[in-house]
């Protein structure tokens, strides 16, 4: 369900962007049509998440002021440019953020998020980090070059199609982790090893 949350409101802002001339809105003006529509979704996705989880994890909470702010300034200053370049400065935010916290820090920023609810080894969860920057780094300059480089309207395009990157780079993560999980079988094991004589 929350992986279906995820995606509503950029389905919606494509919809609202595509189905302009329904509404009587100029191609010109679709841009700002959608914006307040991403913008709208995207607080009730959020309503929807804390409802269910009681809390906001931090990305979550900066998701949705990146989103309140850059929409906003796309409107107040009807310039489309702000609400495109959202995702390239969200991206390259969180690849810095990892960066700094493995090589500089020496901190699994993953593991301090989720260790709690994965168990997995020290060494899986420096190179789930590792793979985050290089994630995120390649999210934010693919972006950037779509908005530089293709139209408005292909830039709308590339955040549907676009989701194959994040779908495929879960999936691939899934698939690297899922031997590495340490399931209720091997603690109950570990703990009659450790209860033995």
């Given at each position: 369900?929350?992986?279906?949350?995820?995606?509503?409101?950029?389905?919606?802002?494509?919809?609202?962007?595509?189905?302009?001339?329904?509404?009587?809105?100029?191609?010109?003006?679709?841009?700002?049509?959608?914006?307040?529509?991403?913008?709208?979704?995207?607080?009730?996705?959020?309503?929807?998440?804390?409802?269910?989880?009681?809390?906001?994890?931090?990305?979550?909470?900066?998701?949705?002021?990146?989103?309140?702010?850059?929409?906003?300034?796309?409107?107040?200053?009807?310039?489309?440019?702000?609400?495109?370049?959202?995702?390239?400065?969200?991206?390259?935010?969180?690849?810095?953020?990892?960066?700094?916290?493995?090589w500089v820090m020496r901190k699994d920023f993953l593991k301090t998020m989720?260790?709690?609810?994965?168990?997995?080894?020290?060494?899986?969860?420096?190179?789930?980090?590792?793979?985050?920057?290089?994630?995120?780094?390649?999210?934010?300059?693919?972006?950037?070059?779509?908005?530089?480089?293709?139209?408005?309207?292909?830039?709308?395009?590339?955040?549907?199609?676009?989701?194959?990157?994040?779908?495929?780079?879960?999936?691939?993560?899934?698939?690297?982790?899922?031997?590495?999980?340490?399931?209720?079988?091997?603690?109950?094991?570990?703990?009659?090893?450790?209860?033995?004589?």
């Amino acid at each position: 369900m929350k992986t279906l949350l995820d995606f509503i409101p950029i389905l919606l802002f494509f919809a609202a962007y595509k189905l302009h001339a329904w509404f009587g809105v100029s191609k010109d003006e679709a841009m700002f049509f959608a914006t307040p529509v991403l913008m709208a979704a995207t607080v009730v996705q959020m309503a929807v998440i804390y409802y269910l989880d009681r809390k906001l994890s931090t990305l979550q909470k900066v998701t949705l002021g990146m989103i309140l702010v850059f929409g906003g300034i796309t409107l107040v200053l009807h310039d489309k440019r702000y609400i495109m370049w959202k995702p390239t400065v969200l991206y390259a935010g969180m690849s810095i953020a990892l960066a700094v916290s493995v090589w500089v820090m020496r901190k699994d920023f993953l593991k301090t998020m989720l260790g709690s609810q994965l168990e997995l080894p020290d060494s899986i969860w420096h190179k789930l980090n590792v793979a985050w920057v290089f994630y995120t780094a390649f999210m934010s300059i693919s972006n950037a070059y779509v908005a530089l480089y293709f139209s408005e309207e292909a830039w709308a395009d590339f955040k549907i199609w676009g989701y194959v990157f994040p779908i495929t780079f879960l999936i691939a993560q899934a698939l690297f982790i899922a031997p590495h999980l340490k399931g209720d079988d091997d603690k109950e094991a570990a703990g009659a090893e450790d209860a033995a004589p």
